[in-house]
């Protein structure tokens, strides 16, 4: 076979590593367990994880201001619990072990961060109406590539050594070398914390150009998710600032895309409902999204030529 595992081996590799805490992996069991109330969710919070739901909370609740972990969990509800723990904590345990010569970990950050705003544009214009599902998706779409790089050091070497010499695209390289790719890599890790399918397999096909998506499917998710890909792939990516600045200069080109999304709705298509209208919206609503990043992209050459 191509590769050292099948997608089934990797799994089994997966499922035997220590990718979160102790701690952590305790919440995720209450909070998989359908038969848990919030009261014991409270009881098992630490406090680092306690402040990270508070503050989440408040995000999202725009008309008053949440003081305590109490009205946070209910207020968050199971699922975006679940998101947050499972973003946070993975990126937090790799930051802990990373001690690598050859990963990048700023860039993987920053990619992260970009296709994350790029993803909750494309959701804005186009009416999406589970943007935390992306969120996931944008964050954790790479996270193969860490566990790639700490647990499987040697493959990643290898890896590394073929996209250096022989000009690879990077998941030709991971499928040659392990058989698979990050990409499955990462779907795999997430399937292994309960993570929903749909957001799995938006993952696992983020970096595909096309597929045949199978019927009565989420079909929404995997194509902002892809599109969101394959526009990060076309700019450099922004600091933390430069970021904020993007996605200030993007607020009326979502406007657009909503009145775009409108019009279709106007003509009494549903673009949620079917797979054709709803890749075509996505097409043109992507491209509104490029047109106005070279914009911004111009203009700050242009303004950092200046200065």
């Known amino acids: 076979m191509a590769g050292k595992y099948t997608t089934e081996m990797m799994e089994d590799k997966i499922e035997s590593l220590p990718l979160v805490d102790a701690a952590a992996f305790d919440i995720l069991r209450l909070l998989n367990n359908p038969d848990t109330n919030y009261g014991r969710i409270v009881e098992k919070l630490s406090p680092d994880v306690a402040a990270r739901f508070l503050n989440m909370a408040n995000k999202i609740c725009y008309r008053r201001v949440v003081r305590s972990i109490n009205a946070a969990v209910p207020l968050l509800g199971y699922k975006n619990m679940r ?9 937090d345990h790799f930051t802990k072990l990373l001690g ?54 040697e493959d ?112 009494e298509a549903r673009p949620e409902k079917n797979l054709n209208t709803y890749t075509t919206l996505a097409e043109q609503t992507s491209e509104l999204l490029i047109d106005r990043l070279k914009e911004v992209w111009q203009q700050r050459i242009h303004r950092d030529s200046t200065d």
Do not use: W
């Open 83 to 91: 998101h947050i723990l499972v973003t946070s904590f993975l990126l």
């Open 100 to 153: 690598l010569k050859n990963f990048n970990f700023d860039i993987f950050k920053k990619q992260a961060r970009f296709s994350s705003a790029i993803s909750r544009a494309l959701a804005g214009m186009m009416q999406h109406s589970n943007p935390e599902d992306l969120f996931t998706v944008s964050m954790l779409s790479n996270i193969g590539k860490l566990i790639i790089a700490v647990y499987f050091a």
């Open 156 to 267: 990643y070497r290898q890896i590394t050594a073929l996209l250096m010499q022989n000009g690879f695209a990077a998941s030709a390289a991971e499928k040659k070398v392990l058989g698979v790719s990050h990409a499955d890599v990462s779907a795999l890790a997430l399937k292994r914390f309960n993570i929903p399918q749909d957001i799995c397999e938006a993952v696992r096909y983020h970096n595909v150009k096309e597929r045949d998506i199978p019927p009565h499917t989420n079909f929404e998710l995997e194509i902002i998710a892809r599109k969101s890909a394959m526009i990060v792939h076309q700019f450099s990516l922004p600091d933390e600032k430069q970021l904020h600045e993007i996605t200030e200069q993007l607020k009326d080109t979502i406007a657009e895309g909503k009145q775009l999304y409108r019009e279709t709705m106007a003509g």
